[in-house]
């Protein structure tokens, strides 16, 4: 009788979703891939292969961040982003552990920016699915949307969890969301999935539904 009373309320919960409700800092990778897209990708490319649209204009060879990121610690990676402190990998200046055309950040970046940029290029490095959507609009529609059942950041302790006795999928859980393709979250979120999480193929256009996924894919970084 209890979970008839509440699937019979779902319908009443989710017209209030609507209400603004306080939305937590985006995740680091959120942030990193803003700064990459805006400093690093003309150069790097948009998965880091190095062959950004300026690399190849001024026919210089950045490196594959894709195979090298994997090997450098977070430590070494700052001071190739900042050029600071000498390397410990080989007797080259500086930042150019890399690629001796690789600029110094140090003026730019702030430690909070440079933590973010390298979550978002192990993100890169590490990534099972492509960012399908825009991140940015994925976020204004999670925090409108999604965050009620699967919290400000995301974790699944929304605040309807406890009201309605659910455990919402847990968007920070890299095991869980990369066992799912693009298309399997598309669909959940377009047709529901299961007794709780409701339908959104009316509410939510195809090009929302793939910014949402881009969205989640950050936030299990």
Not at 18 to 31: G, K, M, V
Not at 198 to 218: F, K, N
Request: net charge neutral.
């Amino acid at each position: 009788m209890k979970n008839i009373f509440r699937i019979a309320l779902l319908p009443a919960i989710f017209t209030l979703i609507n209400i603004p409700l306080l939305a937590a800092a985006p995740p680091p990778a959120y942030e990193g891939r803003r700064l990459y897209v805006s400093y690093c990708q003309l150069c790097h490319g948009t998965k880091g292969k190095g062959d950004g649209a300026l690399a190849k204009a001024m026919k210089i060879h950045p490196t594959d961040i894709s195979t090298t990121v994997r090997s450098r610690s977070d430590t070494i990676l700052e001071k190739i982003i900042t050029g600071e402190g000498q390397p410990t990998i080989s007797g080259r200046d500086r930042h150019n552990v890399i690629s001796e055309s690789m600029p110094e950040w140090e003026d730019i970046f702030d430690k909070s920016q440079i933590s973010a940029l390298i979550a978002y290029l192990r993100f890169l490095t590490r990534a099972k699915h492509d960012l399908m959507g825009d991140p940015k609009l994925g976020l204004e529609l999670y925090h409108k949307y999604c965050q009620v059942c699967h919290g400000e950041e995301g974790d699944g302790d929304g605040v309807m969890t406890k009201l309605l006795g659910i455990m919402p999928m847990d968007h920070t859980n890299p095991n869980e969301t990369n066992s799912m393709s693009n298309a399997e979250i598309i669909e959940s979120i377009l047709d529901g999935k299961g007794r709780f999480m409701p339908s959104w193929r009316s509410t939510l256009s195809q090009a929302d539904v793939e910014a949402l996924v881009s969205y989640i894919r950050l936030l299990s970084q």
